[in-house]
């Protein structure tokens, strides 16, 4: 089910506590925990940042199709399994309310109500940032699969999200600082899962987030990595 899949990957709780899913095992201090996001960080390809040029929205796909086929759009798959108190209209699909509770990238409750929503549906990697580090060269179906692969997105609060743009971790982080470890374990997540280069103020970036929790663990699973495009 969605719901378990997003509760694992991202825990809206902080790197360190009891009870936390992405937590392992304490990690030595200067050591680097086995199948931790910071020793998958090793791993990702390093490059320069490629050109923006093509980009466009519509290069992956029509927004929140329903590449589960399970008869529900993206958007409501990921606000039914991440909200609290959700109430669906008749036909079992779209989400009409809710609660964020807690907000992972304020820490704060938010309430959600189709029409008037403050609740955005983020994609961890922003599309442009994979376009230029290596989405331009994929398929169609891999893109589509990317935009709307339930580890790569989560619901979040608007205002914060658009502030964010199509920034990477070396140019924004959550203002949640409880957040960080898991939002950084999820990006490295994907951009392995995909494929996707990083350039080296990211890695960077990454390796410092990581650094003060060594045993986060790296998020898997997720929707396969290519889609029919029909």
Not at 3 to 8: R, Y
Not at 14 to 26: D, F, I, M, R
Not at 175 to 188: D, E, K, M, W
Request: aromatic share 6%.
């Amino acid at each position: 089910m969605l719901t378990l899949a997003l509760t694992s990957a991202f825990g809206l709780t902080a790197c360190e506590g009891v009870g936390n899913p992405l937590e392992s095992s304490p990690t030595p201090a200067g050591t680097v925990a086995a199948g931790s996001a910071a020793q998958a960080v090793t791993t990702l390809t390093v490059k320069g940042r490629a050109p923006k040029t093509g980009y466009d929205r519509d290069e992956f796909g029509s927004a929140w199709a329903d590449t589960d086929r399970n008869g529900c759009g993206t958007r409501d798959d990921i606000l039914a399994g991440q909200l609290d108190d959700v109430s669906r209209a008749a036909d079992g699909c779209k989400v009409l309310s809710g609660v964020l509770d807690p907000d992972p990238y304020t820490g704060t409750r938010i309430t959600f109500e189709r029409g008037r929503s403050k609740v955005d549906i983020d994609h961890l990697v922003a599309l442009s940032d994979a376009w230029q580090k290596g989405a331009q060269q994929w398929s169609d179906g891999k893109r589509r699969a990317f935009a709307n692969d339930p580890l790569n997105l989560v619901a979040a609060d608007s205002s914060t999200n658009r502030r964010k743009g199509d920034g990477d971790t070396a140019t924004w982080l959550p203002p949640n600082t409880s957040y960080r470890c898991a939002y950084v374990a999820g990006q490295v997540a994907v951009k392995k899962k995909y494929g996707l280069w990083v350039t080296a103020a990211e890695r960077d970036a990454m390796t410092k987030v990581l650094s003060g929790c060594p045993g986060q663990k790296l998020p898997a699973g997720g929707n396969p990595t290519d889609t029919p495009t029909r």
